[in-house]
Nanobody, 119 residues
Framework: QVQLVESGGGLVQPGGSLRLSCAASGRIFRIFGMGWHRQAPGKERELVARIAGDGSTNYADSVKDRFTISRDNAVNTVYLQMNNLKREDTAVYYC?????????????WGKGTLVTVSS
């Protein structure tokens, strides 16, 4: 079984920073794309950032120049460095990854970590 576990969420003031981590574990042969999505209250889940296996990245316009996604393939972990946080960044953040488990490639999701931006 493959699991994704996020950490690093919490309460931060506007203008502050947080770093989210998401570690994949279990039967993993290869990890392809990894990414972060978020869902704010009353809104649909949206893509925040994604990083491909070759390290190329893409970001939602709302977080460009403030958030940075990175990955450490040695420990099967993806990170999201969030700077200059705004109240509208408040959401549950979910990581996901496309993982080959030796049989198929499937998209796995974590359970989410809450980020609250408030003074």
């Amino acid at each position: 079984q493959v699991q994704l576990v996020e950490s690093g969420g919490g309460l931060v003031q506007p203008g502050g920073s947080l770093r989210l981590s998401c570690a994949a574990s279990g039967r993993i042969f290869r990890i392809f794309g990894m990414g972060w999505h978020r869902q704010a209250p009353g809104k649909e889940r949206e893509l925040v950032a994604r990083i491909a296996g070759d390290g190329s990245t893409n970001y939602a316009d709302s977080v460009k120049d403030r958030f940075t996604i990175s990955r450490d393939n040695a420990v099967n972990t993806v990170y999201l460095q969030m700077n200059n946080l705004k109240r509208e960044d408040t959401a549950v953040y979910y990581c996901n990854a496309d993982i080959y488990d030796g049989s198929t490639v499937e998209a796995y999701w974590g359970k989410g970590t809450l980020v609250t931006v408030s003074s």
